[in-house]
């Protein structure tokens, strides 16, 4: 009796990319290799029939439909100076950074959220931020952006990046932030 033995080998590229939370992924890129040895069995003997599968169709199980949640990403603060609702001079760059943005997701919303430091009274303040959120919502409207895609949120005073007890921190505070949700 001949005794049948058969070497397989495999040889494979592996790519593989995992959520390890919102913000990182984990993932690794190499080459596979794979053995198997299978022996035993004569060549004399009648060959194995093996019988036909039978198919037994799954149950179909309704899976619930999960909406993937959309995330605010970042993408630029625009800053004012003391009690005007007009961009400064200086923030052409990050207005031209809001419409790149918007043009990159072309699907996305954008979030302006409008700011004020505290030196006026909390009225004051809210209808500054309006203003502010407005004139920036329409730099964006007269390059391109459609203005069904815009979302104006006005925070007054009520959110300050920085504190209000000093120059530097009240500058920080007189702003707009954006963010295209995706």
């Known amino acids: 009796y001949g005794i049948t033995e058969d070497l397989d080998l495999s040889a494979g590229y592996r790519y593989i990319n995992t959520e390890i939370n919102d913000d ?11 053995l198997s040895y ?19 169709p799954a149950p179909v199980v309704e899976q619930p439909v999960y909406a993937t949640p959309k995330l605010d990403y970042y993408v630029q603060s625009i800053h004012f100076d003391v009690d005007q609702d007009v961009p400064r001079a200086d923030q052409k760059g990050n207005l031209e950074a809001m ?12 979030k302006l959220l ?30 391109g952006i459609s203005a069904d895609r815009l979302v104006g949120i006005a ?28």
């Open 38 to 56: 299978r022996f035993g069995g004569s060549t004399e003997e009648e060959p194995m029939v093996t019988p036909a599968p039978v198919c037994t």
């Open 114 to 143: 409008g700011n004020t430091d505290s030196d006026a009274s909390s009225d004051y303040n809210q209808k500054l931020s309006e203003r502010r959120v407005q004139n920036v919502a329409q730099y964006a409207v007269n390059n």
């Open 24 to 34: 990182q992924n984990a993932s690794f890129k190499g080459a596979v290799v794979g």
């Open 155 to 182: 925070n007054g005073e009520n959110k300050p990046a920085s504190t209000n007890d000093s120059a530097l921190g009240k500058a920080n505070n007189r702003r707009v932030d954006v963010y295209v949700n995706r």
């Open 99 to 110: 419409v790149t943005a918007a043009n990159a997701y072309p699907t996305a919303k954008i």
